[in-house]
Antibody, heavy 120, light 111 residues
Framework: EIQLVQSGAEVKKPGESLTIACQASGYTFTSYWIGWVRQMPGKGLEWMGIIYPGDSDTRYSPSFQGQVTISADKSISTAYLQWTSLKASDSGIYYC?????????????WGQGTLVTVSS | QSVLTQPPSASGTPGETVTISCSGSSSNVGFNYVYWYQHLPGTAPKLLIYRNNQRPSGVPDRFSGSNSGTSASLAINGLRSEDEADYYCGTWDDSLNDRVVFGGGTKLTVL
């Protein structure tokens, strides 16, 4: 069974750093792109970027370029989303999802989401 | 402001047919496959339609998708109470900055 299991909810203060994780199982981790999607409170889905764990090729949506870092550790089949200095506007639910194809919105499997709350 | 335009809300009574539209441009809907997702609060989004009109295994045939020019639509026939959810269209955008783009979402209420 293919699963993406994300790390638990986080409560942070502005300026703090954070890394959330997405552990994959049930398929060859290095063969599929993994993307990250944000949902801010009361808002819709926003695609943040994508990584190919096989070679760590990473692409970012312009809105998130320079704001976050996407990485992966293929030895433990885990993708990461990292912030170095959180802002209150980073609060939201973050989902990882497995892309079927690189240049498509075909997101076949999703993680359960990680709630990030940034508040002073 | 989402790149793809969806109505913010839709509603229908059980048994009715509801259609949700998704409008884009030649760099996204007009050129690439459209995908639809069903999202219940507190859960992961679920792929409902892929490649414009294909249903993944397990998705009832009450759900159907279509695409014409720069617009796509999702139809839900025989509406059921459990269909009450948020629905998002998504596609790849081939403009200057390649990326996945989503519609703003449509909240479907079953009256």
């Amino acid at each position: 069974e293919i699963q993406l299991v994300q790390s638990g909810a986080e409560v942070k203060k502005p300026g703090e750093s954070l890394t959330i994780a997405c552990q994959a199982s049930g398929y060859t981790f290095t063969s599929y792109w993994i993307g990250w999607v944000r949902q801010m409170p009361g808002k819709g889905l926003e695609w943040m970027g994508i990584i190919y764990p096989g070679d760590s090729d990473t692409r970012y949506s312009p809105s998130f370029q320079g704001q976050v870092t996407i990485s992966a550790d293929k030895s433990i089949s885990t993708a990461y989303l990292q912030w170095t200095s959180l802002k209150a506007s980073d609060s939201g639910i973050y989902y990882c999802a497995r892309h079927v194809l690189r240049n498509s919105a075909w997101l076949e499997y999703w993680g359960q989401g990680t709630l990030v709350t940034v508040s002073s | 402001q989402s790149v793809l335009t969806q109505p913010p809300s839709a509603s229908g009574t059980p048994g009715e047919t509801v259609t949700i539209s998704c409008s884009g441009s030649s760099s996204n809907v007009g050129f690439n496959y459209v995908y639809w997702y069903q999202h219940l609060p507190g859960t992961a989004p679920k792929l409902l339609i892929y490649r414009n009109n294909q249903r993944p295994s397990g998705v009832p045939d009450r759900f159907s998708g279509s695409n014409s020019g720069t617009s796509a639509s999702l139809a839900i026939n025989g509406l059921r109470s459990e269909d009450e959810a948020d629905y998002y269209c998504g596609t790849w955008d081939d403009s200057l900055n390649d990326r996945v783009v989503f519609g703003g979402g449509t909240k479907l209420t079953v009256l």
